[in-house]
């Protein structure tokens, strides 16, 4: 079955026939729902942030898969500030792509920063040297707050059927939240996959020569989300490019497509000091000046900021 031309109720309903549903996927909505509904009812905007890359299996007993690059830094760090706007956080991510708070540590090894004193009575007392942890009272103060109060739900995916499924259990979760809801799309995921009635069972053999492989579209998740599932709510998708001369018309053509609030436009290999924000009838570019990057300021700062503003004007509007 091909999606390329397939209706959104066709694309919806396929989703479960060609991507295998995840035994979790129920509860997980349970959990999204209850944690949308605590936090609106407390006066809060929840957004929903998909972060990292999918992984394409290639054998049903998989030993081999297929990768969108992600190093999960722009959800994980959006997250961050998100939550200093005031937001609720669901944390859509791939297993073990960089997580807020502690990805300002994944260069450092924690024993390295443990020191063992032995104590009287046979049990060590452990302390930590904060000189190999920078600003770790501050990130531990933010980080023991936001998780006494509950605002950062994580929700971890592996491969494209458990990011397409959970996405589509969490519009479905946020659905009830109308305007107050976002949908922050960055995570990088694949437009290929092999259907299950196409893949090998076991491990492809190296014996049998070189790999020819043949991979169908994957539905774009996009157009049941804002047509469907969270047609009320306020929706930001990501276009990544590696050549900068089409950003632009893609990101336009995006909008045009699925019809949602904003893309963000970022090029691979600036996207950590330029993105363009595009909406319908306006582009602004978001640029860190070089005494931003000194000072260690973040892209992902401003575009919270810029999206968190037109968010408010949006609920303003719609209700
Ligand atoms: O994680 P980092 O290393 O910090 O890098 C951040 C990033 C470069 C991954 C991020 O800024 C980014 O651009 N993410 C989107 C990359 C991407 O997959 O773009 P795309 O053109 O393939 O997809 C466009 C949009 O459609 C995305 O918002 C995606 O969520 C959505 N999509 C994609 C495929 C699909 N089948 N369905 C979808 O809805």
């Not at 999606?3 to 996927?25: C, K, R």
């Not at 959990?31 to 605590?38: K, L, P, S």
């Amino acid at each position: 079955m091909s999606f390329v031309n397939a209706g959104v109720d066709a694309m919806a309903s396929s989703l479960s026939e060609e991507f295998a549903v995840p035994a979790h996927v129920e509860e997980v909505r349970r959990v999204m729902a209850a944690f949308a509904e605590q936090h609106v009812a407390a006066g809060r905007t929840v957004v929903l942030i998909t972060s990292g890359g999918t992984k394409v299996p290639l054998e049903s007993r998989t030993v081999r898969f297929l990768d969108n690059f992600s190093s999960g830094r722009r959800g994980a760090s959006s997250a961050e500030y998100f939550l200093a706007q005031g937001y609720a956080v669901i944390f859509l991510h791939r297993q073990r792509s960089l997580y807020p708070y502690t990805r300002l540590y994944t260069g450092v090894n924690l024993l390295d920063c443990l020191t063992l004193h032995p104590a009287h009575e046979g049990s060590g007392l452990v302390t930590v040297d904060q000189t190999k942890l920078p600003n770790i009272t501050d990130v531990l103060k933010r980080y023991q707050a936001v998780k006494s109060a509950g605002l950062l739900l994580p929700v971890e995916f592996s491969t494209l059927s458990e990011y397409l499924h959970l996405l589509k259990a969490a519009a479905q979760a946020l659905s009830s939240l109308g305007s107050k809801a976002m949908f922050y799309l960055a995570a990088a995921v694949s437009d290929f996959y092999i259907p299950p009635s196409e893949m090998p069972e076991h491990k492809i053999q190296s014996s049998n020569g070189p790999l020819q492989i043949s991979m169908k579209m994957v539905p774009k998740i996009l157009k049941p989300l804002v047509k469907d599932w969270a047609p009320k709510a306020f929706v930001i998708s990501f276009k990544l490019e590696t050549d900068p001369s089409i950003l632009l018309e893609r990101a336009r053509c995006a909008l045009d497509i699925y019809k949602h609030q904003v893309v963000v436009a970022n090029v691979l290999d600036t996207r950590h000091g330029y993105v363009v924000i595009v909406t319908k009838d306006s582009q602004k570019e978001l640029v860190l000046t070089e005494e931003e990057v000194q000072r260690e300021v973040e892209i992902e700062e401003k575009i919270v900021k810029n999206l968190s503003q037109a968010h408010t004007q949006f609920i303003n509007q719609e209700g």
